[in-house]
């Protein structure tokens, strides 16, 4: 080929590309490849055919090649960021976004994807960061927009997050997912009644889109109409037939409606489809009189509740809801058994907001918990000496004699029967040791299940457990650890002390 020919074949080649007939250019490339194999472009044109094909390794190599010819040229280090990119090639891909900022600083793309990038790795604070700067860049991005909001979202930036989304509306009003998404960090909000009518766009633009069906049954709910809400998850469940959260979500909207049969109907189904019970449908069953009450909540149930709420579970609980269950207990053993050093074991950790008090009257430390992102938020506090994973009364009976305090607050209230859990305590302490915790209070005999779906527990039924176990109370007061709708939840803070010679049961 002439020279004249080559350049215009190399034209036609990215001419192919951009139209999408990948054969034709590749046709071409091969052509040109045994013309002149040193043609400037060609490297980038193979770069460009290889990243068409989906293989990233060969786009790299090819682009590479490119780059040695001409380093800071823009258009090849971006194909090169995106072939690493696509092989998941976080670091190197990182990179070469950055440097292609540092030449080309306006370049709206290089900050989205960068974003893009740090968002599929979870880094969040810096997705946030540049995705900012693509929106400044290119404020008609809706892309860059949107993936800010999910950036935001998942940082708890809720306020941010619904700007970012209305945004990605303002610039897209045919972006259902933004809809969708928006709805959810408003009912996030308490907007419900706004939230309503913008999962109502979702849903119009994609109604078969079951995800959006479900986000307006949440909506619906929240905003009151349960009846709405019934029909929005109905909808759900037509088009993605297996789907547990919309029936357990109907269920209970069916629950609330009075319609008890068609809830109890609902909630077995969902027991049936998920014998682990994540969403607690046993408890529920037992309050509507159609299963006898569990002993406890299904440790999949709390695991999945707690999970959910590691996040903002100190500032929900602490915050809204004026959770105080640590200040309590530790003033509670300060007064009867000292000040320490214990060896203690707190049991039902959560995020560790007990063992900010114990740890200064503590020689070891010791947390377990069911839910491992709640022992997560534990361990950033590097307080704990040990952290496990697990449910209590195995812990405990896994350490016989270690500890001269057992500590649970606001835990056992998951819990019905206690009598492992004394048992376990008992077997975990050393002789003369503390066993502290909270419990909700029944004014009854024995232990019943809430309407809250958590167990309150009498003093009678405490004292009977205590003293089978071999445990002699020190301390019961009534308390409160937290409000619910503005009033203080009657409770009881408990210290026992376990005695030399526990008594055996019969
Ligand atoms: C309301 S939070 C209290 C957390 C912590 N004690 C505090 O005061 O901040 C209850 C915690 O108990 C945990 N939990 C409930 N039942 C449990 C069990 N059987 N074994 C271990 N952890 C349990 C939950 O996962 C959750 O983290």
């Given at each position: 080929m002439r020279k004249l020919d080559l350049a215009q074949a190399l034209a036609e080649a990215f001419g192919h590309l951009e139209a999408n007939r990948v054969g034709e250019a590749k046709r071409l490339a091969r052509d040109l490849e045994r013309a002149q194999p040193s043609l400037p472009g060609l490297r980038y044109l193979q770069g460009l055919v290889a990243m068409a094909e989906g293989d990233g390794r060969k786009a790299a190599q090819s682009l590479a090649k490119a780059l040695a010819q001409t380093p800071d040229a823009v258009p090849p280090l971006l194909a090169m960021a995106r072939a690493q990119a696509l092989q998941q090639r976080h670091g190197p891909a990182e990179m070469a976004y950055l440097r292609l900022i540092a030449l080309s600083p306006a370049l709206a793309e290089a900050y989205d994807e960068l974003g893009a990038l740090y968002l599929a790795c979870g880094r969040m604070e810096a997705a946030v960061g540049s995705l900012d700067r693509a929106t400044t860049v290119r404020p008609k991005g809706a892309g860059a927009w949107y993936r800010l909001g999910i950036a935001q979202r998942s940082l708890g930036h809720w306020e941010a997050a619904a700007r970012s989304f209305a945004q990605t509306i303002a610039v897209d009003d045919k972006h259902a997912k933004a809809y969708a998404s928006l709805a959810g960090v408003l009912r996030r909000l308490k907007r419900a009644s706004e939230s309503v009518g913008v999962a109502r766009q979702a849903v119009r633009l994609e109604p078969a889109e079951a995800s959006h069906w479900l986000e307006l049954g949440q909506a619906e709910r929240e905003g009151g109409d349960l009846d709405a809400a019934v029909a929005a998850f109905r909808e759900v469940m037509r088009l993605a037939s297996d789907d547990i959260e919309a029936l357990w979500l109907s269920a209970e909207c069916l629950n609330a409606l009075g319609r008890q049969d068609d809830a109890v109907a609902a909630y077995r189904r969902v027991l049936a489809q998920d014998p682990a019970d994540r969403f607690g449908a046993a408890l529920a069953l037992a309050q509507c009189g159609a299963l006898p009450p569990p002993g406890e909540a299904s440790p999949t149930f709390i695991r999945t509740l707690f999970d959910q709420y590691a996040d903002g579970f100190d500032r929900d609980l602490v915050e809204g809801l004026n959770y105080r269950g640590p200040a309590i207990l530790i003033d509670a053993i300060g007064r009867t058994l000292?000040?320490?050093?214990f060896d203690a074991f707190d049991v039902g950790c959560g995020t560790g907001l007990l063992g900010v008090g114990l740890r200064p009257m503590t020689g070891r430390l010791d947390g377990v918990d069911l839910s491992p992102r709640m022992i997560a938020k534990a361990r950033e506090r590097r307080l704990y000496d040990e952290l496990g994973e697990g449910d209590l009364v195995t812990a405990l009976n896994r350490r016989p004699a270690a500890y001269d305090l057992v500590a649970a607050a606001d835990?056992?209230?998951?819990?019905?029967?206690?009598r492992a859990v004394f048992e376990a305590a008992a077997a975990a302490l050393r002789d003369g040791g503390g066993f502290a915790f909270t419990v909700e209070a029944h004014k009854g005999d024995g232990y019943v299940l809430l309407e809250s779906r958590r167990f309150a527990h009498s003093l009678s039924y405490l004292r009977q457990q205590a003293v089978a176990a071999g445990f002699v109370s020190l301390l019961q007061e009534e308390t409160a650890t937290r409000d619910d709708r503005g009033q203080p939840v009657p409770g009881y803070v408990v210290v026992m002390r376990k005695t030399t010679s526990a008594p055996s049961r019969s």
């Open positions: 000292g000040s320490g050093p835990v056992l209230i998951y819990l019905g029967d206690l």
